[in-house]
């Protein structure tokens, strides 16, 4: 499609544009990143660093645009700020980890970077999806560009395997998945998804994935990264995913099964689907859900995790027809008046207060408690791109824009349809802009998508349950 037959406001991608350029952050003047928000109004905060989670969005737009030198001046500056020390001390970083932020001072002349690992982040909650998406854009930044370079140097690779040394590491769980705190990743504040969040196991996947194409499976690293992608993806597709089938089974489990045999490995009793599932579940759809652990699974749709799971292929042809018929059919409920919502439905009354805290940011139908977030307008154009539902962009964008630039690009919408600015909202801010950007370029070049995403298929294995011998074998063993 022509992107000038969209039905969008004059200007809009110019204004869009002009919100991102100015964001821009230098480093000894050389650019590096975009921070997060401009909006003159308040006190920045931590809204004037660059955030890895965010600027991921800014450098799919350079990529598409042709400015690949801020991209690469992000990734490289990313390996130097990498924790590299081996502690035991629970106040230093992880080894392998990646900070959340970084920001650029000034100091006796010279400039100097700033990093956050979560010291100074509301309840000092460390990151951990920002070295899984930095993992993907290098791997992206490599397709998109041909350049090789950045990838095959040894301070790269050495930061690869240090990641994903980081995520293989033994816990205190025989899962294939990783265990989240609350607050780790983008919901970076109390929500109820601690344990298994889907978000951050997909973006695991993606990581995985980007890996052992980076590494190969001649470095033990890159084989263990293959190893552990094929019992995450078997984990996700079989327990996480709900489609009308599933919710029967579900329906009728028995319950405190004991041994090899049984039916129900996490014990989640029936009693526990919400009043509002059956009703909402189309006949035809079906999507990933948010978070399992023993006893429970959270059937919220969480937005990031299942578009995500389009693009890095976790999910197969058969649940990627069944999520974009979900979304199609429960359109009003996740894009409303502004794509997209973020976690569908929101908590209330007794179990926001009981969830949240009392968080009055996270009120019912605002911020990450069912609030819309203009950003995900890229994962929803990438999944739409990718699933041959372009048409689902289209109207996306269309949406989007009667509001978006008139509003001056707020950060997330409240209300259950997304119509008014996010009480909380900051303006001007960058991932806004560059979600909108992302989303008409993807119009302008769909092929844009493949880089995004994987050309093969994963190798799925078949495992008895969570607890599986399979599961536990050496990855580092020869299949």
């Not at 080894?95 to 309840?123: M, N, Y």
């Not at 041959?388 to 824009?401: F, V, Y």
């Not at 409240?414 to 950007?437: I, K, Y």
């Amino acid at each position: 499609m022509d992107p000038s037959e969209l039905d969008l406001p004059e200007g809009v991608v110019e204004e869009a544009r002009a919100c991102l350029d100015e964001s821009i952050m230098t480093y000894r003047g050389e650019p590096v990143g975009t921070v997060a928000a401009r909006d003159r109004r308040h006190e920045p905060v931590n809204y004037h660093h660059c955030f890895v989670r965010d600027f991921v969005v800014s450098a799919l737009v350079f990529l598409q645009e042709g400015r690949p030198e801020i991209v690469r001046n992000f990734l490289s500056l990313i390996v130097d700020l990498q924790s590299r020390k081996e502690s035991l001390n629970c106040f230093d970083p992880g080894r392998g980890l990646l900070p959340a932020s970084f920001l650029v001072r000034r100091v006796d002349g010279d400039e100097e970077i700033e990093v956050d690992f979560g010291e100074h982040a509301i309840a000092r909650v460390t990151p951990i999806d920002s070295a899984f998406w930095w993992l993907w854009l290098l791997r992206v930044y490599t397709r998109a560009t041909g350049d090789r370079t950045l990838v095959e140097q040894e301070e790269t690779q050495h930061a690869i395997r240090l990641v994903v040394e980081f995520s293989l590491r033994a816990q205190a769980e025989l899962l294939p998945t990783i265990l989240v705190p609350d607050g780790a990743f983008m919901i970076d504040r109390r929500m109820g998804v601690y344990g298994h969040p889907l978000d951050v196991q997909v973006l695991f996947v993606g990581a995985l994935r980007a890996a052992h194409e980076m590494l190969g499976d001649d470095d033990p690293t890159g084989k263990a990264a293959r190893h552990r992608l094929g019992h995450l993806v078997h984990h996700l597709r079989t327990y996480y995913w709900i489609d009308f089938a599933a919710l029967n089974e579900l329906y009728r489990y028995p319950v405190e099964e004991y041994g090899k045999g049984v039916i129900n490995h996490f014990n989640v009793y029936p009693e526990s689907i919400p009043e509002w599932l059956a009703p909402w579940l189309p006949d035809e759809g079906g999507y990933y859900a948010a978070n399992l652990g023993p006893g429970r699974k959270d059937f919220r749709f969480l937005a990031q995790g299942n578009l995500l799971s389009l693009v890095f292929g976790l999910a197969d042809d058969g649940h990627a027809k069944a999520l974009l018929d979900l979304i199609a059919q429960r359109w009003d409920d996740l894009v409303g008046n502004m794509p997209m919502k973020l976690l569908w439905p929101a908590l209330e009354d007794e179990e926001w207060a009981r969830t949240t805290g009392h968080d009055a940011k996270n009120r019912p139908w605002s911020y990450h408690n069912g609030g819309s977030w203009p950003c995900l307008l890229w994962q929803l154009g990438a999944a739409a791109t990718r699933g041959n539902r372009e048409s689902m962009l289209h109207r996306a964008l269309e949406i989007a824009a009667r509001r978006i630039a008139a509003d001056d690009w707020p950060e997330y919408y409240d209300t259950p349809r997304g119509r008014l600015v996010g009480r909380q909202a900051r303006l001007r801010q960058t991932w806004t802009a560059a979600g909108f950007l992302c989303g008409w370029n993807l119009v302008r070049d769909p092929s844009f998508a493949d880089h995004l995403g994987f050309d093969t298929p994963i190798a799925d294995v078949t495992c008895s349950g969570p607890a599986d011998l399979s599961a536990r074998a050496d990855p580092l063993r020869e299949d």
